[in-house]
């Protein structure tokens, strides 16, 4: 009789360690539901209604910095026993595996200037075509003198140079107009015992709430725990949308009602970070652009109220290569509202101005640190100068 009572504890013992083994990773960041003791305004999308929420003394909560007391959903605290999740891979060399992606802008720029520079003796018409290529893809017209000035002096070489010589030669004048030194480090990480806080900002359509999901697995890929917050109250679906891509990595999304305050959700993803001390609470927020001073409004509300629990560390500023000047445009709206530490160019996969990256970068003087180049979950690389001007020339 002890016997099968011995064996039968054992048994219930491994079974408790096997479930809690496979769901070890959707609790890391979801075990920070138990607030509702704490008296905070946390509810679950299948839980019971949350009670009102109790006055706080003002000073370091939502309530005390003159917002509305706001409902903020969690999912479940347990995800169902046996979800599998995505593992992306780290993110190191994934431009130098995405770069043929960078197709319509080799054809039109590297194959353009390779077909110009391969020719005999270049005249002034030829030196003129090699502007024009530059300038149609976007490159700027500083760069583009600078790189036509540059070649000019070595045209004694271009002269001899075999295919793979000018080839080389392109793919290093290019490399030097993206910034080559530019510090692309993303502020992602811990700093003073509390989570790296990234705000994701942009006009709609621009590709943040995508990119916020993608961010999430590159984050994950690289070893990091990340919690999501949907601060883009305004349409439920793109808290849906970015709930979505969370599941799939076993990433915990914040998000609040229906348009609901922004800077609330914010502020309770933020905090929800701090608690269960993860690397990162990666911000998507609403991308209106009523007025100036509605969006300064706004996104100054957003990144003061979370500061109360977190600095934010990085800001990203999402812009749609194909939308060419009206994209660096609007930019300088959002650039004027928050201090923007880096720009994530989405769509090169779509365009054949591959050039605007230097553009961006010279007229904006902030470093591109992301790139996008298609629709699938792991297609937005860490940005490296090199990688993308070899995308650009293409392959021999
Ligand atoms: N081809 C391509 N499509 C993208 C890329 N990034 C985003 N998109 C698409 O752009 C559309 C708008 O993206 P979304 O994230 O909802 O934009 P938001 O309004 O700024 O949040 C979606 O259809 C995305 O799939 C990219 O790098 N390449
Ligand atoms: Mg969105």
Known sequence: MEFVLIAIAILVVALIAGVS???????????????????????????????????????????????????????????????????????????????????????????????????????EDDWEEVEETLLAADVGIAATTQI????????????????ADLRELLVRELTGVLGPDLDRTLGTTRHEGRPGVVLVVGVNG?????????????????????????????????????????ERVGVLTVRGREGGDPAAVAFEAVRTGVEAEVDTVVVDTAGRLHTK??????????????????????????????????????????????????????????TAKGGIVVRVQQELGIPVKLIGLGEGPDDLAPFEPRAFAEGLVGEA
């Open 206 to 246: 621009a590709g943040k709430t995508t990119t916020v999901g993608k961010l999430a697995r590159v984050l994950v890929g690289d070893g990091k725990s990340v919690i999501l917050g949907a601060a883009d109250t305004f349409r439920a679906a793109a808290a849906d949308q970015l709930e979505t891509w969370g």
């Open 148 to 163: 036509v000035e540059r070649l000019r002096t070595q045209s004694m070489v271009l002269a001899t140079a075999s295919g």
């Open 293 to 350: 001073s509605g969006l300064m409004d706004e996104l100054g509300k957003v990144k003061r109220v979370v500061e109360k629990q977190s600095p934010v560390t990085e800001v990203l500023l999402v812009l749609d290569a194909t939308t060419g000047q009206n994209g660096v445009v609007q930019a300088r709206v959002f650039t004027e509202a928050v201090t923007v530490t880096g720009v994530v160019l989405t769509k090169l996969d779509g």
């Open 21 to 123: 083994l496979l769901v070890g990773r959707g609790r890391r960041t979801v075990r920070l539901d138990d607030d509702d003791a704490a008296g905070t305004t946390l509810t679950r999308p299948a839980g019971p209604p949350a009670p009102p929420a109790p006055p706080v003394p003002s000073g370091s909560t939502a309530s005390g910095l003159g917002l509305p007391p706001e409902t903020v959903e969690l999912p479940p605290a347990e995800p169902e026993p046996g979800l599998v999740f995505d593992t992306p891979l780290p993110s190191a060399g994934r431009l130098v595996r995405l770069r043929s992606r960078l197709a319509r802008s080799q054809s039109s720029l590297g194959r353009g200037l390779l077909t110009v520079l391969a020719r005999e003796k270049l005249t």
